[in-house]
């Protein structure tokens, strides 16, 4: 594990840092917890990681945090919750003049890996929790119970982390994404989208002109359609290139540039990725069946 505080733990009273003794048997039986902490920082706090095996948990109380990941940058601001994967490249500091106070929770074990594929998958890394979660009162409990170890602490970590990601996945709308229709707004999104599949349009773009969070926009759209706004644009544009072969006799070129793609190299790389075989191959082997 390589951490890189700068200018070592910039952090002040009445903070909280709790580093755990985790025996081989919580390893073998439990979710256990590594380190956790309660933070008030300084205005140079800032953490810089390449790898660790692990999850983290952060939570903010108050004040506002950047966090850099799987390359995107994230806003975190009161009642945001961050889980990531340690093993991937990450950085988080504070706002400047906004400082952060947040609690966060490092931790393995168990079946922690599928839970995060899995919120992952419907939610992203970042969540803003809803009103009455019962998360920020687990992880202040987390610390209270590892501040005096004793032989009960590692079953009692275990479950308030089975808690916490089990609010989390609930949360996520793992299981309802498809069996609602989708408010207006995202009936609209989806729409632009369909009716302007060759053109080039981010989250930053859509969120501006339907006056919505980029965050909420890709847990609600991807609770309504299983895939996030760029996702889903790029399978329309899969979608209408894989016609375009079938149907066209337009070249790779062609069809590259008429479905919005800027080179003809994105366009291969694009389509291989989602189907598994080139546009050539992919047309070679309709016409193949066509005959």
Same mark, same amino acid.
């Not at 002040?12 to 008030?40: C, D, T, W």
């Given at each position: 594990?390589?951490?890189?505080?700068?200018?070592?733990?910039?952090?002040?009273?009445?903070?909280?840092?709790?580093?755990?003794?985790?025996?081989?048997?919580?390893?073998?039986?439990?979710?256990?917890?590594?380190?956790?902490?309660?933070?008030?920082?300084?205005?140079?706090?800032?953490?810089?990681?390449?790898?660790?095996?692990?999850?983290?948990?952060?939570?903010?109380?108050?004040?506002?945090?950047?966090?850099?990941?799987?390359?995107?940058?994230?806003?975190?601001?009161?009642?945001?919750?961050?889980?990531?994967?340690?093993?991937?490249?990450?950085?988080?500091?504070?706002?400047?003049?906004?400082?952060?106070?947040?609690?966060?929770? *490092?931790?393995? $074990?168990? #079946?922690?890996?599928? =839970?995060?594929?899995?919120? +992952?998958?419907?939610?992203?890394?970042? !969540?803003?929790?809803?009103?009455?979660?019962?998360?920020?009162?687990?992880?202040?409990?987390?610390?209270?119970?590892?501040?005096?170890?004793?032989?009960?602490?590692?079953?009692?970590?275990?479950?308030?982390?089975?808690?916490?990601?089990?609010?989390?996945?609930?949360?996520?709308?793992?299981?309802?994404?498809?069996?609602?229709?989708?408010?207006?707004?995202?009936?609209?999104?989806?729409?632009?989208?369909?009716?302007?599949?060759?053109?080039?349009?981010?989250?930053?773009?859509?969120?501006?002109?339907?006056?919505?969070?980029?965050?909420?926009?890709?847990?609600?759209?991807? *609770?309504?359609? $299983?895939? #996030?706004?760029?996702? =889903?644009?790029?399978?329309? +544009?899969?979608?209408?290139?894989?016609? !375009?072969?079938?149907t066209s006799t337009?070249?790779?070129?062609?069809?590259?540039?008429?479905?919005?793609?800027?080179s003809i190299n994105?366009?291969?790389?694009?389509?291989?990725?989602?189907?598994?075989?080139?546009?050539?191959?992919?047309?070679?082997?309709?016409?193949?069946?066509?005959?």
């Amino acid at each position: 594990m390589n951490i890189i505080l700068s200018k070592g733990l910039e952090i002040r009273e009445p903070s909280v840092h709790i580093e755990a003794n985790v025996s081989l048997l919580a390893k073998s039986m439990f979710f256990y917890i590594q380190s956790a902490g309660h933070y008030y920082v300084e205005p140079s706090f800032r953490v810089v990681q390449d790898h660790d095996d692990s999850f983290l948990l952060l939570y903010t109380e108050s004040g506002i945090g950047y966090l850099d990941y799987a390359g995107s940058a994230y806003t975190l601001r009161a009642g945001d919750i961050f889980f990531i994967d340690c093993r991937q490249p990450y950085e988080y500091r504070t706002d400047q003049t906004n400082l952060w106070n947040m609690i966060w929770l *490092r931790f393995n $074990g168990g #079946s922690s890996n599928g =839970y995060f594929k899995q919120i +992952k998958k419907y939610t992203g890394p970042v !969540l803003a929790l809803q009103p009455g979660s019962i998360i920020p009162d687990c992880l202040g409990r987390l610390i209270t119970t590892n501040q005096s170890v004793d032989a009960r602490s590692p079953i009692i970590s275990s479950k308030l982390i089975v808690e916490i990601l089990t609010e989390l996945l609930l949360q996520s709308n793992i299981f309802d994404w498809n069996y609602a229709d989708p408010p207006p707004n995202i009936e609209q999104i989806i729409t632009k989208l369909q009716t302007h599949y060759n053109e080039k349009i981010t989250l930053d773009q859509l969120a501006e002109e339907f006056f919505i969070s980029k965050y909420h926009l890709t847990r609600e759209f991807k *609770r309504y359609t $299983g895939y #996030s706004p760029i996702e =889903y644009h790029m399978k329309l +544009k899969i979608a209408a290139a894989k016609e !375009l072969l079938q149907t066209s006799t337009y070249s790779i070129d062609e069809i590259g540039s008429e479905i919005g793609f800027s080179s003809i190299n994105h366009f291969i790389g694009s389509f291989k990725k989602h189907e598994g075989i080139t546009p050539l191959v992919f047309r070679k082997r309709s016409r193949s069946i066509a005959e």
